[in-house]
């Protein structure tokens, strides 16, 4: 808080902050002033002038959200002709209003209803004729709603679109009384740039924009309200649930530590899936073929006997499990648990391996730690911000508002490094369109400018890290021609973003799965961590490393040892001493052996050394590479459990089936892509029938004979917080609303845990130069497959599209698979927008649709993959990163033919 001084309102002296808005600082202390175009969020527009005071020394009435407090402000707020003003305007407002109060969506939730009680205006006693030709409804969107005729022109929304989300969509069309808010300049919504996020719904102080898929669900006091955390992304983003029975009608932003309130079109949209008819809601067995429903005792009681029989004919690592990204920090707790105490297996991993495990590795070697270095709101305050390998703005839409609030509202100089056009390139300084899976020749050229032109941090680097000189032998190599010419950059561009990102005070990198799922992904990661180190960016504000994790609870999966080298809190599993402690806090003789990953797991299904295999929350079948190999695997086990909400590709091939509760339904923690653990309540009752992963795990360990009595998930994160330091000074009780962020080791009430990491020092001690050298990515286009292939998400799906696809209203922006072609080969294989293709690798075929776009490079695709009737993974290559065993998902060759 800043500098604090007095004014007077009414004759009462206020204590306000210096340079505060002056409506905010009187309703703080208490005076009820009316407005309706203020919105604390946005900047003051001083639209409705129902705000308005008097402000000695100030001619006239003012309007007193554009006034900012200053030392000695002497205000009336409340005097017989403020109010006349006030109530004058009201009618004015109500006349030009379509009437119809009780049947609108935000009856008894609306500011110019509250107004028209407030100052006794009816339309029987209106001063002023009401209007009577309307204008005519935009409903086009698949999501909004604006009724022109509702509009009170407060300007919210449009500063909403463009001041929180960046987008700028939003703007005023014709004139007078005519005026009306549009996209465009006056085109339909659905044909504009508008992606449904609905910033500008929660803006609205009246019923002119409401959420489509709400309408008509509920009136306002039929609803209650709870909130808890969104179910997609790493970003954590807190979200108010309205709910009428058990079901849920509409979605808003909450005030969260990540969020502020913004959502994407997922986090406030994508719920149907929840109320959809298909959940799994008894057990199913497989038996002849075909799935009959079972009881939970019996369905159990053949879990634990085939566990239990496999162990003892072929040992304990022929059982393998994966733990989930999209599950609560407590299932993956008790998940690996049972794997390695009751199972007495460390074969336990989870989708990370796909997207991160070459951040952890990397990060971990340089820095000693593999999580973001800083927390998301940081980013705004950043004076330079390098993204490579993330399409923010599709896969952490909540984050990409900062990143673009950055550059519109504090002048932040924004580099994006990547192969397609995507949306944060409008946003950039500069664009480096470089060759795919070349990412080390132009990070190695960036660092060979900031040596060579002494805009190295010398005093960073004696003081913080070791191994600079071998580091700087292979650097001096990448000249700016050598990185230009593989890479396919050219060299200017690659000395200027040197120089902007060097001469930055505050630099911030943003990284994601382009970079990571590699067969040099960890070497990817390293040579980011090198280009940190050599600025000294990093162990401070707003100045870091930051890989955005892609599901809600990927990081706490890996917090919780959902991997097969560590336990909960990174500690080694072949480490002895570690080892005895968790053998005597569980009680059970555990393996020293690193376990297997999950393409290891699937490799050794195919090879028939892995017989058993137990999935919670995951769909391998879509989302790992090389699906024709992955289905061949799962043909071939003895034994495989699935646990899901719904009957997913990868269920077709169970033997058992076991219901769990959704996000919506359960009691946990999620650690978002900040580190920060974050309570999420259940907000719905779960249906009957299901149980929480965590107590289904636990129920089976006791059949094997291994007790577990856990009563909620409150025990559980007492366990968590006794083994792993990170989370010493975690508890549910501590965690309120906005959570804590780890390391957080002790149980004092001001441990909030760490804001940035490395201040000082790194976890590992000094920081770790390493020299990376470029190696070629493992598939190349030749003349039998000559396109580059990438894949990847896109904004309106989430994953494996097992939620998403069961809601319309994001079905409606994206209802199906597709590849992003350039002209290029459009033109080379002749075809249009929409015709049919047909992608072929070295490993599989698909049949999509066509969608030509510049978006991607020359002789280039992209699929999303999303879509299973189209798989992408069917033709992307699992050849691994050598450390992180991260398949390369990023680079494949590929043929395209018109069908």
């Known amino acids: 808080m800043g500098k604090l001084v007095t004014i007077k309102i009414d004759g009462k002296e206020v204590k306000?902050?210096?340079?505060?808005?002056?409506?905010?600082?009187?309703?703080?202390?208490?005076?009820?002033?009316?407005?309706?175009?203020?919105?604390?969020?946005?900047?003051?527009s001083g639209a409705c002038r129902l705000c308005v005071v008097k402000i000695e020394g100030m001619r006239g009435l003012t309007a007193s959200c554009t006034v900012k407090v200053s030392e000695g402000l002497n205000v009336t707020a409340f005097d017989e002709e403020l109010e006349d003003h006030r109530k004058s305007l009201t009618e004015l407002l109500i006349s030009e209003?379509?009437?119809?109060?009780?049947?609108?969506?935000?009856?008894?939730?609306?500011?110019l209803e509250d107004l028209a009680y407030r100052y006794d205006v009816t339309i029987d006693n209106l001063p002023y004729p009401a209007r009577k030709d309307l204008l005519p409804v935009e409903a086009t969107s698949p999501v909004i709603l604006y009724d022109p005729n509702k509009c009170i022109l407060c300007e919210r929304c449009v500063k909403a679109c463009y001041e929180i989300q960046g987008k700028g969509i939003l703007s005023f069309a014709e004139r007078g009384i005519d005026t009306y808010v549009a996209t465009d300049l006056g085109g339909l919504w659905v044909d504009s740039d508008c992606d449904g996020c609905g910033e500008c719904i929660q803006a609205c102080p009246v019923g002119a924009?409401?959420?489509?898929?709400s309408i008509g669900k509920a009136r306002r006091w039929e609803?209650?309200?709870?909130?808890?955390?969104?179910?997609?992304?790493?970003?954590?983003?807190?979200?108010?649930?309205?709910k009428k029975g058990n079901e849920i009608v509409k979605i808003n932003g909450a005030d969260?530590?990540?969020?502020?309130?913004?959502?994407?079109?997922?986090?406030?949209?994508?719920?149907?899936?929840?109320?959809?008819?298909?959940?799994?809601?008894?057990?199913?067995?497989?038996?002849?073929?075909?799935?009959?429903?079972?009881?939970?005792?019996?369905?159990?009681?053949?879990?634990?006997?085939?566990?239990?029989?496999?162990k003892n004919n072929y040992g304990n690592d022929a059982v393998a499990g994966l733990a989930s990204a999209r599950c609560t920090n407590e299932d993956n707790y008790v998940f690996q648990k049972f794997m390695r105490a009751v199972i007495g297996t460390n074969n336990v991993d989870h989708c990370a391996r796909l997207c991160h495990a070459s951040t952890v590795a990397g990060l971990a070697r340089a820095f000693g730690s593999g999580a973001m270095t800083n927390s998301i709101k940081e980013f705004e305050f950043a004076d330079c911000i390098l993204v490579t390998g993330s399409n923010t703005t599709e896969t952490h839409p909540v984050i990409s508002t900062y990143i673009k609030n950055a550059v519109i509202n504090h002048g932040a100089k924004l580099i994006v490094v990547d192969p397609r056009r995507i949306d944060l390139v409008k946003y950039a300084t500069l664009w480096l369109r470089q060759k795919n899976g070349t990412d080390v020749a132009w990070l190695n050229g960036m660092m060979n400018v900031i040596v060579n032109e002494g805009l190295a941090d010398k005093a960073f680097i004696e003081s913080r890290t070791e191994g600079y000189e071998e580091f700087e032998k292979v650097v001096k190599e990448y000249t700016p021609e050598k990185a230009s010419e593989i890479s396919g950059i050219p060299k200017e561009q690659i000395i200027e973003a040197a120089r902007v990102y060097a001469g930055a005070e505050n630099a911030s990198i943003v990284f994601s799965m382009g970079i990571t799922q590699h067969v040099t992904g960890t070497d990817n990661v390293l040579s980011v961590a090198n280009l940190a180190m050599l600025t000294g960016n990093v162990g401070k504000l707003y100045s870091g490393v930051n890989p955005l994790r892609g599901q809600n609870n990927v990081q706490g999966a890996c917090d919780l040892g959902g991997l097969?080298?560590?336990?909960?809190?990174?500690?080694?599993?072949?480490?002895?001493?570690?080892?005895?402690?968790?053998?005597?806090?569980?009680?059970?003789?555990l393996d020293d052996k690193v376990g297997l990953s999950v393409t290891e797991i699937m490799d050794g299904a195919g090879k028939g050394t892995v017989k058993a295999l137990y999935i919670m929350g995951e769909n391998p079948m879509v989302s790992d590479p090389n699906l024709n190999h992955v289905e061949e695997s799962m043909e071939k086990l003895d034994f495989l459990v699935v646990q899901d909400i719904f009957d997913t590709e990868t269920a077709k091939f169970a033997d058992v089936i076991l219901p769990s509760f959704s996000s919506y339904e359960k009691w946990g923690t999620f650690t978002n892509t900040e580190r920060r653990i974050q309570m999420i309540n259940p907000v719905l009752d779960p249906p009957e029938g299901?149980?929480?992963?965590?107590?289904?795990?636990?129920?089976?360990?006791?059949?094997?004979?291994?007790?577990?009595?856990?009563?909620?998930?409150?025990?559980?994160?007492?366990?968590?917080?006794?083994?792993?330091?990170i989370y010493g000074g975690v508890h549910f009780k501590k965690l309120g609303n906005d959570g804590v962020q780890w390391p957080c080791k002790t149980d004092a009430e001001e441990d909030r845990g760490v804001l940035f990491l490395h201040e000082g020092t790194f976890s590992r001690g000094l920081g770790h130069f390493s020299p990376v050298d470029f190696i070629p990515p493992a598939e190349l286009p030749d003349n039998e497959y000559p396109y580059m292939l990438s894949t990847g998400r896109i904004l309106f799906h989430y994953h494996t599209g097992t939620m998403t696809r069961k809601v319309g209203a994001l079905n409606a922006f994206e209802s199906g698979p597709y590849a992003e072609i350039s002209p290029e080969i459009a033109e080379r294989i002749k075809v249009n927008e929409d015709d049919e293709i047909r992608v072929t690798s070295r490993r599989g075929t698909i049949v999509t649709k066509a969608r030509i776009t510049d978006k991607v490079a020359p002789m280039s695709i992209f699929i999303p993959f999303h879509f299973a009737e189209a798989a992408a993974n069917r033709l992307t290559n699992d050849a691994l990163d050598p450390v992180a065993k991260i398949p390369e998902l990023k680079v494949a060759a590929c043929q395209v033919e018109k069908v």
């Open 16 to 44: 306000a902050e210096e340079g505060a808005n002056l409506l905010q600082a009187a309703r703080d202390a208490g005076f009820d002033i009316p407005g309706l175009c203020y919105y604390d969020k946005v900047s003051p």
């Open 97 to 111: 209003h379509k009437f119809g109060c009780m049947t609108c969506e935000v009856d008894a939730a609306c500011g």
């Open 209 to 213: 924009l409401v959420p489509k898929p």
């Open 223 to 242: 609803v209650t309200k709870e909130e808890t955390i969104c179910p997609y992304c790493g970003v954590g983003c807190r979200i108010e649930v309205e």
């Open 256 to 310: 969260g530590p990540a969020n502020d309130g913004r959502l994407c079109v997922k986090g406030r949209f994508g719920y149907e899936y929840q109320m959809n008819n298909d959940r799994l809601t008894t057990p199913l067995i497989r038996e002849n073929g075909q799935f009959r429903e079972a009881s939970w005792d019996e369905a159990l009681d053949l879990v634990a006997s085939k566990f239990t029989e496999i």
């Open 564 to 589: 097969p080298n560590v336990y909960p809190g990174y500690q080694k599993v072949n480490d002895p001493e570690i080892k005895a402690k968790f053998e005597a806090k569980w009680g059970a003789k």
């Open 690 to 725: 299901t149980k929480d992963d965590w107590d289904i795990i636990q129920n089976i360990s006791k059949r094997m004979g291994y007790e577990m009595n856990y009563t909620n998930a409150d025990e559980i994160m007492e366990e968590i917080s006794d083994v792993s330091p």
